[in-house]
């Protein structure tokens, strides 16, 4: 195939399976990508949640990386908005320093959680979450070493400095973050599972190509596989996207009804609850392959991050193992050879 694939995980909470359990699920997952010829395993983070228990990725990261061997091992993302760059920059200066060339920094500008969340995390700070560019900027100097002089914090060196720098990564669903990526000169990943509007993902992909010469253009997709299209549509047809949209223009997207409700009584704003069909990618390994496909000749996507929506733990690896590069490497093959 000529893009690779990643696996999104956001450790989602099942019925009936404990905290602990849920975890192990996910260092599972990941050994099992590693072993199927993913390119790289991300987590997420979300916080105050019921439905998902990745709330700290740089954690979970470096227990990931501590329990695999050689695939790449990042967040999907760190919610900058509520952290200091600098000790972000720690942080992953650390893990890339424990494995070298196997750590990836992703970014992401939600705040992860609903408004309660937001203020616990940045309690105490000087902070209103609207300095994420002023954030990642400075961010991606400390860890080229190339902060200014000008600037207040000159001198300021986030160490230990690894052997093999980590790669920088901006997460988004939008034209603006294709542009700040490409200003900067970093990778995008684009959120498909969150934003399918074809025309916004057209516009993004050709900024972006257009304006970073170097960098690589992902896409995060909602994938379900299973050995039959009507299994795969069955497990997706139930699948919903919930997004709250605030009086003061934002629209933000949430795991369930609940947590959109609670969302907007938190904001203090007027808001209303819409729900969406969820724009998943589902059939045989065969047909969500031929999608793929489609999509990298349409936008020169680089490489696919799958995002899996299904609360069944067996019906959610079985779909992994149907799409991961060693299986797909073997449909391709056989079509070859027909």
Not at 142 to 168: F, R, S, Y
Not at 215 to 238: C, D, M, W, Y
Request: with cysteine.
């Amino acid at each position: 195939m000529s893009y690779k694939i990643g696996i999104l995980d956001q450790s989602p909470v099942i019925e009936g399976v404990s905290n602990y359990d849920v975890l192990q699920q996910t260092v599972k997952l990941a050994q099992l990508a590693e072993e199927w010829g993913y390119e790289r395993f991300w987590v997420s983070e979300h916080h105050n949640s019921v439905d998902v228990a990745g709330s700290s990725p740089e954690v979970l990261v470096s227990y990931l990386l501590a329990k695999t061997k050689k695939i790449r091992i990042g967040s999907g993302g760190v919610m900058l908005q509520h952290y200091s760059p600098f000790k972000v920059a720690e942080n992953f200066q650390v893990l890339s320093t424990l494995e070298p060339g196997r750590v990836d920094l992703g970014i992401g500008k939600a705040p992860g959680g609903l408004p309660l969340s937001t203020k616990a995390l940045q309690y105490g700070t000087v902070n209103n979450g609207e300095d994420f560019d002023e954030r990642l900027i400075f961010l991606q100097q400390i860890l080229d070493n190339k902060v200014p002089a000008t600037h207040p914090l000159a001198g300021i060196q986030a160490t230990p400095i690894p052997p093999e720098k980590q790669e920088l990564y901006l997460l988004g669903a939008s034209i603006n973050s294709a542009k700040l990526a490409a200003e900067l000169g970093i990778t995008f990943v684009f959120a498909r599972f969150i934003n399918s509007d074809d025309t916004i993902i057209a516009e993004a992909a050709k900024f972006y190509r257009e304006n970073s010469t170097n960098g690589k253009f992902i896409v995060a997709v909602a994938t379900i596989a299973a050995p039959t299209s009507q299994e795969a549509r069955n497990l997706a047809e139930h699948q919903k996207i919930i997004k709250v949209h605030l009086a003061s223009g934002r629209i933000l997207t949430l795991t369930s009804h609940e947590a959109a409700e609670k969302f907007g009584q938190e904001s203090g704003e007027e808001y209303v609850v819409k729900e969406y069909a969820a724009n998943i990618i589902a059939g045989t390994a065969t047909e969500v392959k031929c999608t793929l496909d489609q999509l990298h000749e349409l936008y020169s996507i680089d490489e696919f991050i799958l995002h899996t929506p299904v609360p069944k733990s067996e019906e959610r690896l079985k779909s992994f193992e149907l799409l991961s590069p060693k299986s797909l490497a073997t449909i391709v093959r056989k079509v070859v050879s027909i």
